[in-house]
T-cell receptor
Framework: GAVVSQHPSRVICKSGTSVKIECRSLDFQATTMFWYRQFPKKSLMLMAT?????????EQGVEKDKFLINHASLTLSTLTVTSAHPEDSSFYIC???????????FGSGTRLTVV | GENVEQHPSTLSVQEGDSAVIKCTYS??????FPWYKQELGKRPQLIID?????GEKKDQRIAVTLNKTAKHFSLHITETQPEDSAVYFCAPRDSSYKLIFGSGTRLLVRP
């Protein structure tokens, strides 16, 4: 079945640095990638939607200059958390949609800890 | 945008009993209604889904019912087992193809 590989699974970074998270679709073309953030014991909150080759669309309240999303190819999308702060510590998950399919494939998630 | 409400937030049942979780949504254009199970630190796992042209779907001990008029759909788990203990999310798809997650239901199945 469809697989999305997400890396890294865990990352610890210092305040003020940037972190890049990658999601690759391994056996299908991810025409759309969704990025979610999940705080402990909370739900998945949609941050942004990206379509291959175009700018990402951000949900209300999400800073586009802080969370940079690139979807340069049909198999790779990246989320860069810039100038990270402790409050950015969270579980980040990507979800890919193949235009021809009904379902969504989730990455395994990235646990970001900012110290 | 889509507003999603999920109830209850926690549910404790005895092993073998049934569990029902309900989700309401606001976008009348929604046409895809999945339920996900998430274990601690893991990705959400699709357990069952239903499309808008169907009122009910069943897969062994799991079923989903949809009432499009009332804009709600429910997850039914029968003969619950301890391994069913997890957090369950509804995530109706809105008209922009985004999955909007409910607040989650923590299910505990007591042996």
């Amino acid at each position: 079945g469809a697989v999305v590989s997400q890396h890294p699974s865990r990352v610890i970074c210092k305040s003020g640095t940037s972190v890049k998270i990658e999601c690759r679709s391994l056996d299908f073309q991810a025409t759309t990638m969704f990025w979610y953030r999940q705080f402990p014991k909370k739900s998945l909150m949609l941050m942004a939607t990206s379509n291959e080759g175009s700018k990402a669309t951000y949900e209300q309240g999400v800073e586009k200059d802080k969370f940079l999303i690139n979807h340069a190819s049909l198999t790779l999308s990246t989320l860069t958390v810039t100038s990270a702060h402790p409050e950015d510590s969270s579980f980040y998950i990507c979800s890919a949609r193949d235009q021809g399919a009904y379902g969504y494939t989730f990455g395994s998630g990235t646990r970001l800890t900012v110290v | 945008g889509e507003n999603v409400e999920q109830h209850p937030s926690t549910l404790s049942v005895q092993e073998g009993d049934s569990a029902v979780i309900k989700c309401t949504y606001s976008d009348s254009a929604s046409n895809y209604f999945p339920w996900y199970k998430q274990e601690l630190g893991k990705r959400p796992q699709l357990i069952i889904d239903i499309r808008s042209n169907v009122g009910e779907k069943k897969d062994q001990r799991i079923a989903v019912t949809l009432n499009k008029t009332a804009k709600h759909f429910s997850l039914h788990i029968t003969e619950t087992q301890p391994e069913d203990s997890a957090v369950y999310f509804c995530a109706p798809r809105d008209s922009s193809y985004k999955l909007i997650f409910g607040s989650g239901t923590r299910l505990l199945v007591r042996p």
